[in-house]
């Protein structure tokens, strides 16, 4: 069973910053593309960021600039640094593949207020 322990979250001021971490297990991490997805009630998850095994990167636009993924495959976890946090970015975020397995971690809530 593959699972995914998400940490990190908090409440932060606008423009603010949050580092996240995810460990997975059960799973061969280091073949997957890893990824970070997030939620806001009543709308479907999204994926914001996501990288291969060999480090390429892509960001959804609303993030780039801002966040930065990373990942560490001797630990089987993946990092999102999230800088200039806006209201906007407050969501339940996840970690997963890009092409996500049907197991879910808890999430970690992320909320941006003033």
């Known amino acids: 069973q593959v699972q995914f322990v998400e940490s990190g979250g908090g409440v932060v001021q606008p423009g603010g910053s949050l580092a996240l971490s995810c460990t997975a297990s059960g799973v061969y991490f280091t073949v997957i593309t890893a990824a970070w997805w997030r939620q806001v009630p009543g709308k479907d998850r999204e994926l914001i960021a996501q990288?291969?095994?060999?480090?390429?990167?892509k960001y959804e636009d609303s993030v780039k600039g801002r966040f930065t993924i990373s990942r560490d495959n001797t630990k089987s976890s993946v990092y999102l640094q999230m800088n200039d946090l806006k209201p906007e970015d407050t969501a339940v975020y996840y970690c997963n593949a890009a092409v996500p397995f049907n197991d879910w971690g808890q999430g970690t809530q992320v909320t941006v207020s003033s």
């Open positions: 990288i291969t095994r060999g480090g390429d990167i």
